[in-house]
């Protein structure tokens, strides 16, 4: 059985009033897709935030790669690699400076960086933008390099914050052709996403309702438990009582 690296433990963040997460529990397999899904204000970023040790939890407990995030979220930040929902990269400097800003930041020898950002520049086929600024990428592309850059120090996990949003149908396909691979090599993909039909390609989901998870488990058997066509019939069941009362 596959070694258990996230885990929720009744995990709760408030602020003041409001309680953002609330008392959220699942785990997630080392080389699993775990599919985070929630509307707009579901608490999905704010639970992220705990997981990647950038934000204290009110109470529970969150565990990533055998850290407490709370007590140790250096050794948390160590072991993960993360892609936010807002591109990730700095769009005034070239491909080739991005990928070794990073590669110091998560402390690669000048050798390891060397020889890493040769491989995924042609990986990417991205030998001819190498000294190109990033904000003059195609979105799709910058996506790609973002993700490829946080897999560059070879983490456990990535936590994969809406990584395909406003990317078209080809290109959010063939990012997910890149989540594969990761995943086979056995890293572990935690992503959010608004794409209902992103979800199908999840080895498990969660479906996140006003800061709870409202359904947990395989796509193929919540579309069975729930009598659904589509993970989007089960999204919409669950979350439009919310959203009406919003």
Same mark, same amino acid.
Not at 70 to 84: C, T
Not at 154 to 171: A, H, K, M, S
């Given at each position: ?49 705990? +997981?990647?040790? +950038? +934000?204290?939890? /009110? ?35 070239? #491909? ?12 690669? /020898? ?6 890493? /950002? ?63 691979? @990761? ?7 935690? #992503?959010?996403?608004?794409? !209902? ?10 479906? !996140? ?5 409202? @359904?947990?488990?395989?796509?193929? @058997? ?15 069941? +669950? ?8």
């Amino acid at each position: 059985m596959a070694e258990t690296v996230i885990e929720a433990r009744e995990l709760t963040r408030t602020f003041g009033a409001f309680t953002a997460v609330d008392r959220i529990s699942f785990a997630v397999a080392e080389g699993e897709i775990f599919g985070f899904l929630g509307a707009n204000g579901a608490g999905k970023t704010t639970a992220i935030r705990m +997981l990647i040790g +950038l +934000l204290r939890p /009110s109470s529970g407990q969150g565990i990533v790669a055998g850290f407490d995030v709370a007590r140790d979220p250096e050794a948390v930040k160590r072991q993960i690699g993360y892609m936010s929902q807002k591109f990730s990269l700095y769009a005034d400097l070239t #491909v080739a400076e991005n990928i070794r800003l990073y590669g110091g930041i998560y402390g690669l /020898s000048n050798a390891e960086l060397k020889a890493k /950002s040769a491989d995924l520049i042609e990986r990417l086929d991205l030998g001819h933008a190498r000294d190109e600024r990033v904000a003059r990428l195609p979105l799709g592309w910058r996506q790609k390099l973002a993700f490829a850059v946080a897999l560059l120090h070879e983490p456990r996990i990535v936590f994969l914050d809406e990584p395909t949003g406003g990317v078209d149908p080809i290109t959010r396909r063939q990012f997910w052709d890149s989540i594969y691979q @990761a995943a086979a090599s056995g890293v572990t993909l935690f #992503v959010t996403t608004h794409y !209902m039909d992103e979800a199908e390609y999840c080895d498990r989901i969660s479906i !996140m309702v006003d800061g709870r998870i409202a @359904a947990l488990g395989e796509p193929a @058997a919540l579309k069975r438990e729930q009598g659904a066509d589509s993970i989007d019939e089960i999204f919409v069941r +669950l979350a439009r009582p919310a959203l009406a009362g919003s």
